[in-house]
Nanobody
């Protein structure tokens, strides 16, 4: 099983980034996919989640209206479009796959938003 994140970087406040997560080694289409983040000195928090097929995505309140999670089951990819970024969005962002007690994590990608 592999989850490989990409797309992080340094961006100015108000800018945008698109994170990607490439999944392999499991039946991607049935897994609930999530993006988490962890800022220095803080606990890891769930940012957004999307079910395997159909159903509504979910977002933490602080990113609603700014971030959009999406997936392409044909390509085994999940994305996080992040707009109107704020310095408080600075964190390591992790891709997560969850289904039937199975729980997989990527290594994370750093997002830094400068003010």
């Amino acid at each position: 099983v592999q989850l490989v994140e990409s797309g992080g970087g340094l961006v100015q406040s108000g800018g945008s980034l698109r994170l990607s997560c490439a999944a392999s080694g499991f039946t991607f289409s049935i897994y609930y996919m999530n993006w988490y983040r962890q800022a220095p000195g803080k606990e890891r928090e769930a940012v957004a989640g999307i079910p395997g097929a159909g159903g509504a995505s979910t977002y933490v309140e602080s990113v609603k209206g700014r971030f959009t999670i999406s997936r392409d089951n044909a390509k085994n990819m999940v994305y996080l479009q992040m707009n109107s970024l704020k310095p408080e969005d600075t964190a390591v962002y992790f891709c997560n796959a969850r289904w039937a007690g199975r729980n997989y994590w990527g290594q994370g990608t750093q997002v830094t938003v400068s003010s």
